[in-house]
């Protein structure tokens, strides 16, 4: 055995048993959910209970709410007059009827009209058009909410308070919206935990520790949200493309010939082991608590991306001492799958199934809490 190789045999020992007392350093993915205020393993209702109702509206909050998802998912927009308000879309065409009501300026960014403009929109007749088998005719002429809305609709139970699950969406588009939310946030009393009786139950997510927690795909805004709001838990979501993780293969999804998007998704890695541990290492150095990466879904659909929830990826992430909460997952294989492969809560358009597989059963149906909600 020559001394060169003893020395690199000492060496890499070393490093092994560095990282393995890193690891066992780190507290349980249990532990450190608990210590943060966050449920384990966490129901987040992706823009509310979606599946059921148009997403982003009371309808769907209250119905999340109801349901007792932990937390009310939503994307985060600032109106032309400065007013914070949630919507995923850039633009309104999907779920409103901004072309029949602003012909002209159909295709501009929500940004672009006022909070007075935006209120105008119908956000629940398209959710009839496209999904008439759980159409409501109470859902036509739903509104677009701002965050003072949201906030109300989740302090509005009094036998259950969700925490809010804040995406900051596209924020290059908006300056400042890291300030803007947190003065909103310090404004409303969401800063602090606060100290009534259902504070100290399960139920209260939205009063303890972990009632707001942050994501954002964004680096840039990542580091704004922990310097606005450094004791606020935060999560940097991951997907394989531009501006996220690189990709193994630059084929574009038009050069691939694959027959969707999903199909074309499933086969994009990161470049390297390496690539993706590097935004595991970046999330934790900026002081976020865990990772939102996307899953490959069974079915495909058009919410099928990267499966970037590998056991080993998972396993890196835990022993960063970091949680991951995947995007976005409505069927019980998936459930089984990503829970198999070690995640710490799941973001869902379901929350009635996913609370069902967690063993925690809804106080109520579906169709009895949207009646009650008076939808
Ligand atoms: O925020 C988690 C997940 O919602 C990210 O995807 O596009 O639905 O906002 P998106
Ligand atoms: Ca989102």
Excluded: C
């Excluded at 409103?96 to 935006?118: G, Y």
């Excluded at 009393?189 to 009632?211: I, M, R, T, Y």
């Amino acid at each position: 055995m020559s001394a060169t190789f003893t020395k690199s045999a000492l060496l890499l020992g070393l490093l092994l048993g560095l990282s393995q007392a890193q690891a066992a350093s780190e507290p349980s993915p249990t532990a450190l959910a608990s210590g943060l205020g966050i449920p384990h393993p966490a129901v987040i209702a992706h823009r509310g209970a979606s599946f059921d109702a148009p997403e982003s509206t009371a309808a769907a909050y209250k119905l999340a709410r109801d349901l007792g998802a932990d937390y009310l998912e939503l994307d985060l927009q600032r109106s032309k007059d400065g007013v914070l308000f949630a919507l995923h879309d850039n633009n309104l065409q999907r779920t409103t009827d901004v072309a029949s009501k602003f012909p002209e300026r159909k295709d501009s960014p929500a940004n672009a009209f006022t909070m007075a403009e935006l209120k105008t929109l119908d956000a629940g007749s398209w959710f009839n058009t496209a999904h008439p088998d759980r159409a409501r005719p109470s859902y036509a002429g739903l509104k677009i909410l701002t965050l003072d809305e949201i906030i109300d609709i989740a302090q509005g139970n009094s036998q259950h308070k969700p925490g809010l699950y804040i995406e900051t969406k596209e924020p290059k588009q908006f300056p400042g919206i890291e300030h803007d939310l947190k003065q909103k946030l310090q404004t409303r009393g969401w800063l602090s935990p606060a100290g009534s009786k259902l504070a100290k139950s399960e139920l209260a997510v939205g009063q303890g520790k972990g009632k707001v927690i942050l994501q954002t795909f964004e680096k840039n805004s990542l580091e704004l949200l922990q310097k606005e709001m450094p004791q606020v838990p935060k999560i940097l979501l991951l997907w394989v493309g531009e501006g996220s993780i690189e990709p193994q293969s630059t084929v574009s999804f038009a050069q691939s010939g694959e027959k969707d998007k999903a199909a074309y998704y499933a086969k994009q890695q990161p470049k390297d082991k390496a690539e993706f541990q590097r935004w595991v290492d970046y999330a934790k150095t900026q002081g976020a608590i865990g990772t939102g990466p996307s899953a490959a879904l069974t079915q495909g659909g058009d919410q099928s991306y990267s499966d970037l929830v590998q056991p080993w990826m998972n396993q890196y992430t835990h022993d960063q001492g970091l949680l991951v909460h995947v995007y976005t997952i409505d069927e019980v294989v998936d459930y089984q799958k990503v829970m198999d492969a070690g995640v710490d809560g799941i973001f869902t358009n379901r929350a009635s199934e996913l609370l069902k597989f967690y063993k925690r059963p809804a106080p109520a149906s579906v169709a009895q809490v949207l009646q009650n909600n008076g939808y």
